[in-house]
């Protein structure tokens, strides 16, 4: 049973940094790309970022470039969302999901594509 667990959200002000976890479990964590979503009040869920199986390819929500970085730890089956220069609309749940397809050649931002999907983990962004 693939099970995903965010951790490091947490309360903070605008232009501070967050750095998200999400613990894998179940599955081959290495073989999978692997996405950042999340939800803000009253709003749909989106994309935010997303990594390749092998780590050589990233993709961003024209909303985060420039600021958050996706990164993996194969080693440690943990994925990484490095957050800088926080805003006030960055406030959301943040939720951590595993791609379908073993060794895909490239990441994705539709929702469909990711069966598996943590709990999420609030951030909260004060201004």
């Known amino acids: 049973q693939v099970q995903l667990v965010e951790s490091g959200g947490g309360l903070v002000q605008a232009g501070d940094s967050l750095r998200l976890s999400c613990a894998a479990s179940?599955?081959?964590?290495?073989?999978?790309?692997m996405g950042w979503f999340r939800r803000a009040p009253g709003k749909e869920r989106e994309f935010v970022a997303a990594?390749?199986?092998?780590?050589?390819?990233?993709d961003y929500a024209d909303s985060v470039t420039g600021r958050f970085a996706i990164s993996r730890d194969d080693a440690k089956n943990t994925l990484y969302l490095q957050m800088n220069n926080l805003k006030p609309e960055d406030t959301a749940v943040y939720y951590c999901?595993?791609?379908?397809?073993?060794?895909?050649?490239?990441?994705?931002?539709?929702?469909?594509?990711?069966?598996?999907w943590g709990r999420g983990t609030q951030v909260t962004v004060s201004s």
């Open positions: 990594i390749k199986w092998n780590g050589d390819v990233v």
């Open positions: 999901a595993g791609d379908k397809q073993t060794r895909s050649t490239m990441t994705s931002r539709a929702q469909y594509r990711y069966p598996y």
């Open positions: 179940g599955r081959t964590f290495s073989n999978y790309a």
